[in-house]
Nanobody, 128 residues
């Protein structure tokens, strides 16, 4: 059974930082692309960042570029999202998803968004 356990969220002031973790199980983690997504209240879930198994193909949404940094530790079956200079607009529940790598990360993003096996997510709240 595919499982994701997201953690590391919390309440932080604007300009602060958080590091999210995604512990995965139930599949061959080091063969899968991983994506971070978020869903704000009243909005659809959206892509934030993605990484391929070798960490050589990394993609960010425009709002995350330069502030967020995705990484993974295949030995620990865990992916991370370091978020710096947080803004109130980053307030959302953050989720991770995975798909067996077949294409560039950019191709996996919409597929993960449409068919992801989601965990419970971790709440990030940024106060102004």
């Amino acid at each position: 059974e595919v499982q994701f356990v997201e953690s590391g969220g919390g309440l932080v002031q604007a300009g602060g930082s958080l590091r999210l973790s995604c512990a995965a199980s139930g599949f061959g983690f080091d063969d899968y692309a991983i994506g971070w997504f978020r869903q704000a209240p009243g909005k659809e879930r959206e892509f934030v960042a993605g990484i391929n198994p070798s960490s050589l193909d990394i993609q960010y949404t425009d709002s995350a570029q330069g502030r967020f940094f995705i990484s993974r530790d295949n030995a620990k079956n865990t992916a991370y999202l370091l978020m710096k200079n947080l803004e109130p607009e980053d307030t959302a529940v953050y989720y991770c998803a995975a798909e067996l790598e077949r294409w560039p990360v950019s191709t996996h993003i919409p597929r993960m968004l449409a068919g992801g096996s989601w965990g419970q997510g971790t709440q990030v709240t940024v106060s102004s």
